[in-house]
């Protein structure tokens, strides 16, 4: 499971541990994010195991939240070298961000 980050310095750090990361911005009453976080957990671990992979809540760190630009859930944001390179908001599929994910992942890790 994800790790849980709840300040603007533990993303910093986060994002300069992982060349290639994704947060995931959930609250605890979403019913969606609560279905969608395990199966993108294990998709994360068996197709791309280097992707760091933490998650914000939003209703714990609201301030964070709108830092990041995130206003509904669940929100996806992948960072490459700490940079965002993909936003997924709200309906997203497993497939569609496993296609994302495969070149730059292949670029910094199988290269």
Request: charged share 25%.
């Amino acid at each position: 499971m994800p790790s849980d980050l709840a300040d603007p310095a533990a993303v910093a750090g986060f994002l300069s541990e992982h060349p290639l990361c994704a947060l995931y911005f959930t609250t605890p009453d979403c019913g969606v994010c609560k279905v969608l976080k395990p199966k993108l957990a294990e998709m994360l671990a068996e197709r791309f195991p280097r992707v760091g992979f933490a998650q914000v809540d939003c209703a714990a760190a609201p301030a964070l939240a709108a830092e990041m630009g995130v206003f509904s859930v669940p929100t996806l944001i992948v960072f490459t070298r700490g940079r965002e390179s993909l936003r997924k908001s709200r309906s997203f599929g497993l497939e569609e961000l496993a296609g994302a994910l495969e070149r730059p992942y292949r670029l910094l890790y199988e290269e």
